[in-house]
T-cell receptor, first 114, second 112 residues
Framework: DAGVIQSPRHEVTEMGQEVTLRCKPI?????LFWYRQTMMRGLELLIY????????DSGMPEDRFSAKMPNASFSTLKIQPSEPRDSAVYFC????????????FGPGTRLTVL | DQQVKQNSPSLSVQEGRISILNCDYT??????FLWYKKYPAEGPTFLIS?????DKNEDGRFTVFLNKSAKHLSLHIVPSQPGDSAVYFC???????????FGTGTRLQVTL
């Protein structure tokens, strides 16, 4: 049974470029979460969806960040324009539902903005 | 405002000994507490959890203790094994917000 799938695994881009990170949650899971991992702040929740609807985007750092979930099996996190301080590992996670506190994480996308 | 804190960024323990990882929190509304384990280049994986109405939960070599009055929880690993070397994240869950709040992680190294 496939887990959460993220692509790309690594992304290197130049400042000012648009970056799109992709996530496929576990089939049958209704909730999807985007996190960013940094040394200083650990795992920060950026945004989460339930049944494809954004529930809380208060963790999105700036308007340069946006996320969509057009269907139950796909979500994107977009950064436009990217900046060097956006360099981090971005994780997608899914759970059976919002009442299910156990989340399953993807392998992450390591983003480097030069 | 860091609601979940792991004040020890790293910990080194000898194989066979006990590893104790600590976590403090500030929000008394948290319902569940979870520990996740993360290996390099992989996503965090769930390890063990505890409900706020309990003070101990045990699963094999892993035991989590919760002290609500002190707003403190700890993860005990006995005996520690080299394969336990990883980053451990403490997380807290609120049913009202339906989300996890993570700490900054503690890197555990189990030496031979």
């Amino acid at each position: 049974d496939a887990g959460v799938i993220q692509s790309p695994r690594h992304e290197v881009t130049e400042m000012g470029q648009e970056v799109t990170l992709r996530c496929k949650p576990i089939s049958g899971h209704n909730s999807l979460f985007w996190y960013r991992q940094t040394m200083m702040r650990g795992l920060e929740l950026l945004i989460y969806f339930n049944n494809n609807v954004p529930i809380d985007d208060s963790g999105m750092p700036e308007d340069r960040f946006s996320a969509k979930m057009p269907n139950a099996s796909f979500s994107t996190l977009k950064i436009q324009p990217s900046e060097p301080r956006d360099s981090a590992v971005y994780f997608c996670a899914s759970s059976a539902g919002l009442a299910d506190n156990e989340q399953f994480f993807g392998p992450g996308t390591r983003l480097t903005v030069l | 405002d860091q609601q979940v804190k792991q004040n020890s960024p790293s910990l080194s323990v000898q194989e066979g000994r006990i590893s104790i990882l600590n976590c403090d929190y500030t929000n008394s509304m948290f319902d569940y507490f979870l520990w996740y384990k993360k290996y390099p280049a992989e996503g965090p994986t769930f390890l063990i959890s505890i409900s706020s109405i309990k003070d101990k939960n045990e699963d094999g070599r892993f035991t989590v203790f919760l002290n609500k009055s002190a707003k403190h929880l700890s993860l005990h690993i006995v005996p520690s094994q080299p394969g336990d070397s990883a980053v451990y994240f403490c997380a807290a869950y609120t049913g009202t917000a339906s989300k996890l709040t993570f700490g900054t992680g503690t890197r555990l190294q189990v030496t031979l």
